[in-house]
């Protein structure tokens, strides 16, 4: 019976009860539509994306001396915060900056040496609009992503890129599951180029993943991970039965080393 949902999520009496929701239902070919309606819509992006343009920010990043800062709101902010993570894993001095914290005593981070980078779909955030001419009193290089021509956010930064959306897979064109798609696409192809451009090693790699496989399979020696002498479970022929098994169990091997 472990294959079946618990009650609270029990789908086949779902709509029981429920006139205006009896239709509801996902189809195998529903759903492979809407995969590859999602795919014309990021081709879309790739085919349509200024490259010169992209080329600019990306040595703009490059060549900065101070930390790149990503910000945006609602879901763009949560693509900003995963680019400026993948920045730093790579070894980039970056940051995420919060809009409303920003206004609070964060813009305080901001230096003439920085660059900010500001993701909006429509270019029409107000809590970014309010935030730009504080960032440029820092000295900031501002950079506006946006993908609505025209937008007031790119006329007041130093920089626009232009992420061409066709439109949202959403059926309203309103949830942004296709902006959003677009954004991480494009930060994270430009974090991979000034990780080429950086010439980072695997081993440098590793070194800011110390608890992960590739760190551990790079960072820590043999040494690093073996058991000291008296870490060892160790018995000899006339021990007890009973001080073995405290002797396996305390030192936590897994095994006992018979001694003769």
């Known amino acids: 019976m472990g294959s079946l949902p618990p009650s609270h999520l029990d789908f086949s009496s779902a709509n029981h009860g429920n006139e205006h929701h009896h239709h509801q239902e996902i189809s195998k070919d529903n759903l492979l539509a809407l995969f590859k309606s999602q795919q014309d819509l990021l081709n879309h992006f790739f085919k349509h994306l200024d490259l010169p343009q992209t080329l600019d920010f990306s040595r703009i990043l490059l060549s900065t001396s101070g930390t790149v800062f990503f910000t945006g709101v609602g879901k763009s902010a949560f693509v900003a915060n995963k680019i400026s993570q993948t920045l730093i894993s790579l070894s980039f001095r970056s940051s995420f900056l919060s809009p409303l914290d920003a206004l609070h005593g964060d813009i305080g981070a901001l230096s ?107 960072i820590f020696k043999g040494k690093d991970v073996m058991k000291k002498k008296e870490e060892l479970p160790v018995c000899k022929e006339g021990d007890l039965i009973m001080d073995q098994l405290v002797e396996l169990t305390s030192k936590g091997c897994g095994c006992l080393f018979a001694c003769g």
């Open 112 to 218: 003439s040496r920085d660059v900010l980078v500001l993701f909006s779909k429509s270019g029409s955030t107000e809590e970014l609009l309010r935030l730009v001419p504080c960032a440029k009193a820092r000295g900031a290089f501002l950079v506006s992503l946006t993908s609505v021509p025209g937008n007031p956010l790119a006329g007041v930064c130093d920089m626009n890129v232009h992420l061409p959306l066709q439109r949202e897979l959403c059926p309203f064109n309103l949830a942004p599951v296709t902006s959003t798609a677009i954004q991480m696409v494009f930060g994270d192809t430009i974090a991979v180029a000034l990780m080429a451009a950086r010439n980072l090693t695997k081993e440098e790699y590793g070194a800011n993943h110390p608890a992960g496989r590739i760190g551990k399979s790079l």
